[in-house]
């Protein structure tokens, strides 16, 4: 097992190179950080002084050896814009993603989970199109127009919960739904797939044969071992939602890394930019190797094989 886990530290350390690499390159040829930091009336000799400052006249193999350097060392810059370090700035706001985060992966699970066992316990019948049809409308539904459509009718026409901002548990319920609400239903349709699958083996024909009880064969029997393409999604699902929550958000004013860099992003901020990149690979990196080493206790087959390697 420790051999199959030096490996994968290994694999993910190369991706996370390849990640900051490119991140490195975008930089520099997305144009000259320099003229950001200057006034519209700067003189040539201003920008070379910002330039030695920051280092940017040094060659590029040079800029991106103290590059690894800093990163390394935890030393993602400072902010263009801000003037603060990029590391408290992603600090400050990597929390509330999350919190959001955590909160749409529970979404994903109950009700993805749920209506995959519902439809696949009742095959054929209203409650496996019913399942479906929300599954399918759950895929098909922009985030965007979702978010809106919630603060319309529940923040606005019905004033239930607030339509945006960071507080409690009120705030978390809308952005939370729309970004898992989407995963959901990828789920949904995949423990349907894999449960229905499970059911049709011999050995849960055998235990209802000895008369285990329905509820038994279900859930010691047939949803573990349905368990691991689920699994996989719900892991690839989490690191999704902390990279990509930018849009959900930003419409709900939610105060996590996403509405970050795409302020950012409209700021020119490339640093910010930049460590949130950085960051965001780094956390899912993280969660898709806790998922491969989860398989081994949800699937001793699998443990055995990592032995053995």
């Known amino acids: 097992m420790s051999g199959y886990l030096v490996r994968r530290l290994a694999l993910s ?10 991140v490195f390159v975008l930089l520099h040829v997305s144009g000259d950080p320099a003229s950001l930091l200057v006034t519209q009336d700067a003189t040539r000799q201003d920008m070379e002084r910002i330039r030695q400052a920051y280092g940017l006249d040094r060659p590029l193999s040079v800029q991106y050896a103290r590059f690894i350097a800093r990163v390394a060392r935890g030393d993602l810059g400072y902010s263009y814009r801000q003037g603060l370090p990029v590391t408290e700035l992603i ?20 009700l993805g989970v749920a209506l995959g066992m519902a439809a696949a316990t009742r095959r054929g019948s209203g409650v496996d199109t019913a399942a ?13 127009w979702l ?3 919630l603060i319309i009718v529940f923040g606005v026409k019905l004033g239930w919960l607030p339509i945006s901002g960071y507080g409690g548990w009120d705030h978390l319920v809308m952005p939370a739904f729309v970004l898992g609400g989407f995963y959901a239903a990828q789920v949904s349709r995949l423990t349907r797939t894999s449960l229905l699958e499970v059911l049709a083996q011999d050995y849960i024909r055998t ?14 029997h047939a949803l573990r071992n349905a368990a691991l393409p689920v699994l996989t999604v719900l892991g690839l699902s989490f690191g999704q939602m902390l990279g990509g929550a930018l849009i959900v958000e930003s419409i709900f004013a939610w105060p996590g890394m996403g509405r970050l860099a795409v302020q950012a992003v409209l700021g020119r901020d490339f640093p910010v930019v930049q460590g949130a990149t950085i960051v965001g690979a780094a956390v899912f990196l993280a969660v898709n190797l806790t998922v491969d080493l989860v398989y081994g206790w949800v699937d001793p087959r699998l443990r055995s094989a990592a032995q053995r390697a």
């Open 13 to 22: 350390a190369t991706a996370m190179l390849g990640v900051i690499t490119i």
């Open 91 to 110: 600090a400050d706001h990597l929390g509330a993603t999350f919190e959001l985060a955590l909160a749409s992966l529970a979404v994903a699970i109950l």
């Open 132 to 144: 479906m049809t929300v599954a399918l409308l759950g895929t098909s539904m922009p985030s965007f």
């Open 147 to 149: 978010g809106l459509l």
């Open 207 to 220: 235990g209802r044969a000895k008369g285990l009880r329905d509820r038994v064969v279900l859930f010691k």
